[in-house]
Nanobody
């Protein structure tokens, strides 16, 4: 299983970006998918996640209302739309997936996820 995260870049505060997480060699439809981020000198943290069949969606409190996560099964992709970006959103963003037998399984803990993408850098200037 290979996950490819893409869409990062350098933007100004208030701008938007859309990150994409695509799986090669299989489908994401049976998996819970999470987005995590890691800023320099900080621990990796959960940002958003979507459960199998999109039954559950979870967000980190500081991004709720600004970020939106969605799944496109036709393109085998999970996207995260990030609006009203702030300098504190600057980080390397990773997507991760884990097979989910239950549509209500959506962990926030990084160690629960089996497969990880390589990360994409988001830099928000003030």
């Amino acid at each position: 299983v290979q996950l490819q995260a893409s869409g990062g870049g350098l933007v100004q505060a208030g701008d938007s970006l859309t990150l994409s997480c695509t799986r090669s060699g299989g489908s994401l439809s049976g998996s819970a998918v999470g987005w995590f981020r890691q800023a320099p000198g900080k621990e990796r943290e959960f940002v958003a996640g979507i459960s199998r069949s999109d039954v559950l969606i979870k967000y980190k409190d500081s991004v709720r209302g600004r970020f939106g996560i969605s799944r496109d099964n036709a393109e085998n992709t999970v996207r995260m739309q990030m609006n009203s970006l702030k300098p504190e959103d600057t980080a390397v963003y990773y997507c991760a997936s884990v097979f989910a037998a239950s549509t209500r399984y959506l962990p926030r803990a990084a160690e629960e996820y089996r497969y990880w993408g390589q990360g994409t850098l988001v830099t928000v200037s003030s």
